[in-house]
Structure formats: structure tokens, C-alpha cells
């Protein structure tokens, strides 16, 4: 009976310690995240101060920001988030000097993808659901660097999931956060690096002992605006993805590889006195050797 006693203090002293490590990595997450947006609004608390002193400094001056977007999918860096016909928004404050940006980015679709229930052990339909945070600060017109939480939680319910929305687990797979950096070394072209943070949503390799090593990968992008006429711009772009730590990245079974190729053309289709922006995207991923064409039509 005592031996039986220790055995089942042993398990639940073990299981105490894995809790306590759960909740120290997602508190972690959490408190990264939300000291990435503290250093964006200290960096720009002095301009916040002006504003409330003196509101009435420009009249056009809008705080408050909402817009919207109908695709008919969803790209990103090389991957279709989502096959099928979407509508995003978002809602942002920015300051008067334009130098700071907060904001909310979401989407919601009109098709479903098929994700697998292993407690029905079936496949079910579930609609692409996101709901991202995001801040940029604005050093110069050249250099910026912007902070953002990724929450994809399409299908987490549908597959038999519970969702937290605030879960930045290892293995959960639809929340992380990454740092990015761009810089404009012309008018017409942008260097951008994004960085993951800290092995989240499969960032990691599966060591020989079982362990997960995080990768913290890194992408890096190039687009330049190579043509020009009326309200037609067209741009071309490549980015590839790598890891200092690991083979494997968040964007590659792999070793590093060029991801994200392709052109984006963009115009504006005139209803009356109203302009709305359209663009046209052809992405290129070598590894995965896939192609699409995203149609993007700003409504508001």
C-alpha cells in the first residue's frame, strides 16, 4: 500500500510539474506579445499625448480606421490559407503622424475545407476562421517593424478540439507570433524579414530523444514595382524561408527553400465618383510546386 502511495504521489508530482511548464510557456507567449505592443506604444507615447491635447490640430485627421476585402482565396507567404471565397476586415487606430499602428485583422469564409475528426473518425467541413492582432511602428518613411499574433482557429472545433483562443501551445497549431522588420531601399522596393517567435503552431523538429526543438524561423521577401501607367502598378516578388537552429521550418518539410514566388497587379475599377482597388496576385511556391491566381477586391 505505501509503495502504491508513492507511485501515485510520483505521478501526480510529474503531472503538476508538465501543468506548471503548460502554463509558464503560454504565459510567456502572452507576456512577449503583449511587451512587443507596450515597446510600439512607448515608442510613440509622446505623439499619443499631443493628440489628446490638441484634437482639434487637423480636421481631416481620422484616429479610427475599418475596411474590408472580398477574395476569392486567402495567400501568404507562399501558403493558401484558405482554397475558397472569403470576406476579411479589419479595424485599426493610428496616430496623427501615421508613425504608429494597432490593429485587428480577421476573415471568415463562404466555402469550408475538410479537416479530420479522429473521435467521429471522419472528415467534416469547417469554415476558415481568423482573428489576428497587430502593431507597427514607423521609425522613418524607409523603416519600419511591426509585431503580430497569427490565431488561424479554423477547424479547431470541427476536428474535436477545445478552442483557447489565448493558447500558444507548441503542438495547438493555430496561434504564434512573429517580429518582422521592412525596409524601403527605393521608392519602389521593400526588403521584408519575419521572424517567428519562439517554436509555435509546428515551428519545431521532432529531436531523436522526442524533444522539440524550436526552429524560429525566418522569411525574407523583395518586391519592387517594376511597371507603371495611369492607376496600373505592377510588382514581382520572391521570398524564401530558412532556420539557424533546424532543417525543417515553419514554411518547409525541408532545408530552407524560395517559397513565394510571383507578380501582383494591382488597378482601380471606377463605380461613378467611387474608386475601388483591385488586385490580381500569381503566386509561384517551388517546393510545394503550387500556383494560384488570388483575386483581391478592396470594398472599403
Same mark, same amino acid.
Given at each position: 500500500?505505501?509503495?502504491?502511495?508513492?507511485?501515485?504521489?510520483?505521478?501526480?508530482?510529474?503531472?503538476?510539474?508538465?501543468?506548471?511548464?503548460?502554463?509558464?510557456?503560454?504565459?510567456?507567449?502572452?507576456?512577449?506579445?503583449?511587451?512587443?505592443?507596450?515597446?510600439?506604444?512607448?515608442?510613440?507615447?509622446?505623439?499619443?499625448?499631443?493628440?489628446? !491635447?490638441?484634437?482639434?490640430?487637423?480636421?481631416?485627421?481620422?484616429?479610427?480606421?475599418?475596411?474590408? &476585402?472580398?477574395?476569392?482565396?486567402?495567400?501568404? &507567404?507562399?501558403? +493558401?490559407?484558405?482554397? /475558397?471565397?472569403?470576406?476579411?476586415?479589419?479595424?485599426?487606430?493610428?496616430?496623427?503622424?501615421?508613425?504608429?499602428?494597432? /490593429?485587428?485583422? /480577421?476573415?471568415?469564409?463562404?466555402?469550408?475545407?475538410? +479537416?479530420?475528426?479522429? =473521435?467521429?473518425?471522419?472528415?467534416?467541413?469547417?469554415?476558415?476562421?481568423?482573428?489576428?492582432?497587430?502593431?507597427?511602428?514607423?521609425?522613418?518613411?524607409?523603416?519600419?517593424?511591426?509585431?503580430?499574433?497569427?490565431?488561424?482557429?479554423?477547424?479547431?472545433?470541427?476536428?474535436?478540439?477545445?478552442?483557447?483562443?489565448?493558447?500558444? =501551445?507548441?503542438?495547438?497549431?493555430?496561434?504564434? +507570433?512573429?517580429?518582422?522588420?521592412?525596409?524601403?531601399?527605393? =521608392?519602389?522596393?521593400?526588403?521584408?524579414?519575419?521572424?517567428?517567435?519562439? /517554436?509555435?503552431?509546428? !515551428?519545431?523538429?521532432?529531436?531523436?530523444?522526442?524533444?522539440?526543438?524550436?526552429?524560429?524561423?525566418?522569411?525574407?521577401?523583395?518586391?519592387?514595382?517594376?511597371?507603371?501607367?495611369?492607376?496600373?502598378?505592377?510588382?514581382?516578388?520572391?521570398?524564401?524561408?530558412?532556420?539557424?537552429?533546424? !532543417?525543417?521550418?515553419?514554411?518547409?518539410?525541408?532545408?530552407?527553400?524560395?517559397?513565394?514566388?510571383?507578380?501582383?497587379?494591382?488597378?482601380?475599377?471606377?463605380?461613378?465618383?467611387?474608386?475601388?482597388?483591385?488586385? +490580381?496576385?500569381?503566386?509561384?511556391?517551388?517546393?510545394?510546386?503550387?500556383?494560384?491566381?488570388?483575386?483581391?477586391?478592396?470594398?472599403?
Amino acid at each position: 500500500m505505501k509503495k502504491e502511495l508513492n507511485l501515485k504521489k510520483q505521478s501526480g508530482d510529474v503531472l503538476n510539474v508538465k501543468l506548471l511548464q503548460g502554463l509558464y510557456l503560454k504565459t510567456r507567449s502572452v507576456v512577449l506579445l503583449f511587451g512587443l505592443i507596450a515597446f510600439v506604444f512607448l515608442c510613440n507615447s509622446n505623439v499619443v499625448a499631443q493628440e489628446v !491635447d490638441n484634437p482639434d490640430l487637423n480636421d481631416n485627421y481620422k484616429a479610427f480606421t475599418a475596411g474590408g &476585402h472580398l477574395k476569392n482565396m486567402h495567400i501568404w &507567404h507562399g501558403f +493558401v490559407v484558405h482554397p /475558397g471565397a472569403l470576406f476579411a476586415t479589419n479595424l485599426e487606430y493610428n496616430t496623427r503622424n501615421k508613425k504608429f499602428t494597432f /490593429g485587428f485583422w /480577421g476573415g471568415a469564409s463562404f466555402t469550408t475545407v475538410d +479537416v479530420y475528426n479522429p =473521435d467521429s473518425n471522419e472528415y467534416v467541413s469547417a469554415n476558415y476562421k481568423e482573428f489576428s492582432i497587430y502593431a507597427v511602428y514607423r521609425f522613418s518613411n524607409k523603416f519600419f517593424v511591426e509585431a503580430v499574433t497569427h490565431n488561424n482557429y479554423t477547424g479547431v472545433e470541427e476536428r474535436g478540439d477545445v478552442l483557447h483562443y489565448w493558447s500558444y =501551445d507548441k503542438t495547438q497549431g493555430y496561434n504564434f +507570433v512573429d517580429l518582422n522588420f521592412g525596409y524601403n531601399i527605393t =521608392d519602389n522596393t521593400l526588403l521584408y524579414l519575419a521572424t517567428i517567435l519562439a /517554436g509555435r503552431s509546428g !515551428d519545431y523538429e521532432v529531436q531523436t530523444d522526442g524533444s522539440l526543438k524550436d526552429s524560429w524561423t525566418h522569411y525574407f521577401e523583395i518586391k519592387s514595382k517594376v511597371w507603371q501607367k495611369n492607376d496600373y502598378n505592377l510588382s514581382l516578388f520572391a521570398g524564401g524561408a530558412w532556420s539557424f537552429f533546424t !532543417d525543417k521550418t515553419f514554411y518547409t518539410q525541408g532545408a530552407g527553400n524560395v517559397i513565394n514566388v510571383g507578380a501582383a497587379l494591382s488597378k482601380n475599377i471606377n463605380i461613378g465618383a467611387y474608386k475601388m482597388p483591385v488586385e +490580381v496576385t500569381a503566386m509561384w511556391n517551388p517546393e510545394q510546386e503550387k500556383t494560384v491566381l488570388q483575386l483581391d477586391i478592396t470594398l472599403f
